[in-house]
């Protein structure tokens, strides 16, 4: 396979926007054998969203199935990019990139925008890009600096037993 902007990480986690996290984590689970669970308090992030500034205020847990990671995230703000589908269920999926510039410039010469972007207190530029209108979803790049963190997620389900599903990230 040859190598592009997007599949040198190759997609390593699938998210679903939810409107409760803990239950969603639970039926994941039982179906798929996907956990365990570890999520955050909400936190409020000022993001870019279609060219407006805005206060999105969510919280997002974590967990592993096979080698994705599964991403919750559930929003208690408004306006919310999330709610743009229609519905609660499957979002985006992620992929890393290094060259985070290059690879806006490339999404939008084939006509693909920012959903949103935004800068985590960490330093991390994330952007959300809207491929709906072709694929029916989102994309999240980001560059690959969170992996020790995608590590530990990963490293949580690796002899778990599939008790203590949800748990406090960092209890």
């Given at each position: 396979m040859?190598?592009?902007?997007l599949n040198k990480y190759a997609t390593n986690q699938i998210s679903y926007y939810v409107e409760d996290m803990e239950s969603f984590?639970?039926?994941h689970s039982?179906?798929?054998g996907?956990?365990?669970?570890l999520y955050m308090d909400p936190t409020t992030q000022t993001v870019d969203y279609r060219?407006?500034?805005i206060?999105?205020?969510?919280?997002?847990?974590?967990?592993?199935?096979?080698?994705?990671?599964?991403?919750?995230?559930?929003?208690l703000s408004k306006p919310n990019p999330y709610e743009e589908l229609g519905h609660y269920g499957f979002h985006h999926f992620s992929n890393w990139v290094d060259d985070f510039d290059g690879a806006i410039k490339q999404f939008a010469e084939?006509?693909?925008?920012?959903?949103?972007?935004?800068?985590?207190?960490g330093g991390l530029r994330v952007a959300y890009i809207d491929l709906t209108s072709v694929y029916g979803h989102y994309l999240e790049i980001h560059a690959p600096v969170v992996k020790p963190f995608w590590d530990s997620i990963a490293a949580a389900a690796k002899d778990w037993d599939g008790k203590d599903l949800?748990?406090?990230?960092?209890?």
């Open positions: 040859y190598e592009t902007i984590a639970r039926a039982a179906l798929f996907s956990g365990p669970f060219g407006q500034q206060e999105l205020t969510m919280s997002t847990a974590f967990g592993q199935f096979g080698d994705l990671q599964i991403e919750l995230v559930q929003v084939v006509g693909f925008e920012p959903l949103f972007t935004m800068t985590s207190g949800w748990r406090k990230l960092g209890a």
